[in-house]
C-alpha cells in the first residue's frame, strides 16, 4: 500500500493576520483528486481565494490559498487532507488515476442517536447540528418530533469521520459535548448501530411528488433571481492553445464551494485536470483555467461533447443547489436538493446552513426528513424541513427562500 511523506500536506499560517492561509499538497495522482481535497476544505468551512494545480499523470502539486476561521482546527485539516491523498508506492509505473479501490472506498458505519429534550426552541436543531460538526459526525438522515406536550425527540443517523463510535470513549465525548449545549433540558441520549434496513436503503422511504420534482428538477427552473449580474457564466473551450489540452475557461460570481463544484463535476466526466489556475477578481467574480484531457488522454474536439460539459458546468455553477419553499397541507415545507457525486458522495455541510438559516430567521424547525432520490438519472440528497406552522405565517415564503439560498452559496 505504501505511505505519504510527512511533507505531502504542508499547511503554512500569514505572517501577517487578515492574510490567507497556504495549503499545499504533493502526492501521487488520481481522478477526482482535486475534488476530494475541495470538498475536505468546504467541509471545513473554508474559502478558496485562489489556486494553482499541476500533475503529470503520475503525481500531482497543489497550491490552494484559503481564507481561514479564528476557530480552524488546521491539524485536524491536514489529516484529512492526508486521508483523500493516495499513499506513495516504490515505483510510480502506473497512473493513479483509475485505480478501482480509490474510486469506491468502503462505506462508513451508520449510527443512531437517539435522544429526548424536555422542551424545543428555537435554534436547537442549528445547535445540535454545530456540535455534530464540530465532533466530526456527518449527519446522513434526521427526524424531529415534537410531542404534544413540548417535548422533543431527535433521531440522527451519523457517520464518524474518526470512525470509532462504536467504542465507550467516543460515545462518552458525544454525549459530554451534546450535554454541554442542552444542559438540564436534555431527558436521555442513546448510541446505537444503525439497523441494515438504514445501510442497505439509503434513499429511505420518503417520496416526492411529481409536483415538487416538477418545480426543482424541471427544465424551466431558475432558482431564486438575486439580481441579473448574479446569474452571470461564461464558459468558453479552446483547443489552439494547447496541442495535447483542452483548455476551459470560466468567469463567474464566487459562492461557497465554487470550486468543489467544478472539480465534482469533472471528476463525474473522468476528465483529469493537467494544470489549472483559478482566483477570485474583483465585484465577486472567481476566473477558473483549466488545461483538461479525456479518460483516453486526448482533447475534447467533439462538439457534442464540448456542448454538454458546458451545460452542466454552468448548471452546476447556477445552481449548485435547489432551494424551494411549498405548501404541506396547511404547513409550509421548505426543500433543498444537494448533487451526489457518482463517488456517492453529498456536498458537506448543507444541513447546517439550513438550520443556521432557518434560526437567523427567529423560527422553529417542527419535522426533518432527509433521504436520497434518483431524478432524471440522478442521485440527490433531499432534505425536506418542515416549520413551525406559528412561526412560517410570520415571515413571507419569499424571504425563507432568499435566505436559504444567500446562506447556502455563502452570501451573507
Known amino acids: 500500500m505504501g505511505i505519504l511523506n510527512d511533507d505531502a500536506v504542508v499547511i503554512k499560517q500569514p505572517p501577517t493576520p487578515g492574510d490567507n492561509t497556504l495549503i499545499t499538497v ?30 503529470d499523470g503520475k503525481w500531482c502539486y497543489l497550491v490552494f ?15 484529512r487532507l492526508l486521508e483523500v491523498c493516495p499513499p506513495c508506492t516504490p515505483a ?51 427526524k424531529v418530533f415534537t410531542a404534544p406536550d413540548g417535548r422533543v425527540m431527535d433521531l440522527l443517523f451519523v457517520t464518524d469521520t474518526r470512525e470509532l463510535l462504536h467504542t465507550k470513549r467516543r460515545q462518552e465525548e458525544t454525549k459530554s459535548q451534546l450535554n454541554a449545549m442542552l444542559g438540564d433540558s436534555m431527558i436521555s441520549f442513546e448510541v446505537e448501530l444503525a439497523g441494515p434496513g438504514v445501510t ?45 489540452h483542452t483548455l476551459v475557461h470560466i468567469v463567474c460570481q464566487d459562492h461557497k464551494g465554487l470550486i468543489y463544484d467544478i472539480m465534482r463535476t469533472l471528476k463525474d466526466y473522468n ?9 477570485s477578481k474583483e465585484k465577486e467574480k472567481f476566473e477558473v483555467d483549466l488545461f483538461i484531457m479525456q479518460v483516453d488522454g486526448k482533447k475534447i474536439v467533439d462538439p457534442e461533447k464540448q456542448r454538454v460539459l458546458c451545460s452542466r458546468l454552468r448548471m452546476e455553477l447556477l ?24 463517488a456517492g458522495k453529498g456536498r458537506p455541510l448543507v444541513f447546517y446552513d439550513i438550520t443556521l438559516a432557518i434560526t437567523s430567521l427567529n423560527m422553529r424547525i417542527f419535522s426533518v426528513e432527509i433521504a436520497r432520490h434518483k431524478i432524471d438519472d440522478r442521485e440527490w440528497e433531499v432534505y425536506r424541513v418542515l416549520l413551525d406552522e406559528g412561526d412560517a405565517a410570520l415571515v413571507p415564503r419569499s424571504l425563507i427562500k432568499e435566505r436559504v439560498v444567500k446562506n447556502l452559496r455563502g452570501w451573507e
Not at 490559498?65 to 485539516?77: A, E, M
Open 65 to 79: 490559498w484559503v481564507i481561514g476561521k479564528p476557530t480552524t482546527r488546521w491539524y485536524l485539516l491536514r489529516d
Open 92 to 142: 510510480l509505473s502506473e497512473i493513479f488515476y483509475f485505480r478501482p479501490e480509490f474510486q469506491q472506498p468502503k462505506p462508513p458505519a451508520v449510527f443512531l442517536l437517539k435522544f429526548w429534550c424536555t422542551f424545543d426552541r428555537k435554534g436547537l436543531l442549528h445547535d445540535v447540528t454545530k456540535v455534530l460538526c464540530e465532533l466530526e459526525l456527518t449527519i446522513k438522515r434526521v
Open 26 to 55: 504533493n502526492c501521487p495522482d488520481k481522478t477526482g483528486l482535486g475534488s476530494d481535497i475541495c470538498r475536505v476544505i468546504l467541509l471545513f468551512g473554508l474559502s478558496i481565494a485562489k489556486g494553482d494545480v499541476s500533475t
Open 200 to 244: 442497505a436503503n439509503p434513499q429511505g422511504s420518503a417520496f416526492l411528488p411529481q409536483a415538487i420534482t416538477d418545480d426543482m428538477f424541471g427544465l424551466g427552473f431558475s432558482g431564486i433571481n438575486m439580481g441579473g449580474a448574479s446569474d452571470r457564466v461564461s464558459i468558453t473551450i479552446d483547443n489552439q492553445l494547447s496541442h495535447s
Open 271 to 279: 476528465i483529469q485536470i493537467s494544470y489549472g489556475r483559478f482566483s
Open 319 to 342: 445552481h449548485p443547489l435547489r432551494v424551494e419553499v411549498m405548501s404541506r397541507g396547511p404547513d409550509t415545507e421548505l426543500l433543498v436538493a444537494n448533487p451526489v457525486e457518482l
